[in-house]
């Protein structure tokens, strides 16, 4: 049973325009949401995160918004570039952030063309 | 730069070999941290938590005799893949919560068992 889910395994956007990537979740004890890009055969790399105290964080062109209600979170790249595709992945912990452990979604393949 | 690192980034093993993998934080001092494998176009899937100076935590349906891990220091864990299979051959990421509530991956791993 997936904790974390990300329904679409794939994401094609022009470029300029914005990307949205979806992500829900079904276990309520988790506090920490992160988003990370991921190239073929390279580890993850950190893009954004968010406390459950808040239903927004921005960093620069990325955002990404929390409904706890709803137990959904989507990050928004704008706008989007051709460098920006890559394989992301939505990830969640119980613990606000301190040394819990990461449950990832399955990733959803983002494409930006020129 | 990295602050989590991780080597080799690719080997190549015999059938029946053991390989070991190290993960090292760069510049903190990282109590837990974290195996995960990825097989193509799937989701990262947590092995075991590893925990500095004592025995690592393995998720359900992780051989602990198979994937040995030791975390002897605060900046190493190192996983061992003992009597390796073809069917072992994926990619092996480590990870640790670093400074700013962050978990950082390490560059990952590619083992081949032929």
């Known amino acids: 049973d997936q904790q974390v889910k990300q329904n679409s395994p794939s994401l094609s956007v022009q470029e300029g325009r914005i990307s949205i990537l979806n992500c829900d979740y079904t276990n309520s004890m988790f506090d920490y949401f992160l988003w990370y890009k991921k190239y073929p055969a390279e580890g993850p790399t950190f893009l954004i995160s968010?406390?459950?105290?808040?239903d927004k964080n921005e960093d620069g062109r990325f955002t990404v918004f929390l409904n706890k209600s709803a137990k959904h979170l989507s990050l928004h790249i704008v706008p989007s570039q051709p460098g920006d595709s890559a394989v992301y992945f939505c990830?969640?912990?119980?613990?606000?952030?301190?040394?819990?452990?990461?449950?990832f979604g399955k990733g959803t393949k983002l494409s930006v063309k020129p | 730069g990295a602050v989590v690192s991780q080597h080799p980034s690719r080997v190549i093993c015999k059938s029946g070999t053991s390989v070991k993998i190290e993960c090292r934080s760069l510049d903190f001092q990282a109590t837990t941290m974290f195996w995960y494998r990825q097989f193509p176009k799937q989701s990262l899937m947590l092995m075991a938590t590893?925990?500095?100076?004592?025995?690592?935590?393995?998720e359900q349906g992780v051989e602990k005799d198979k994937f040995l891990i030791n975390h002897a220091s605060l900046t190493l864990s190192t996983l061992t893949v003992t009597s390796a299979h073809p069917e072992d051959s994926s990619f092996y990421i480590c990870s640790a919560w670093a400074r700013g509530n962050t978990i950082y991956f390490g560059e990952g791993s590619w083992l081949t068992v032929v």
């Open positions: 590893s925990n500095e100076g004592s025995k690592a935590t393995y």
């Open positions: 990830a969640a912990s119980v613990g606000g952030g301190s040394q819990g452990n990461l449950i």
């Open positions: 968010i406390s459950s105290i808040k």
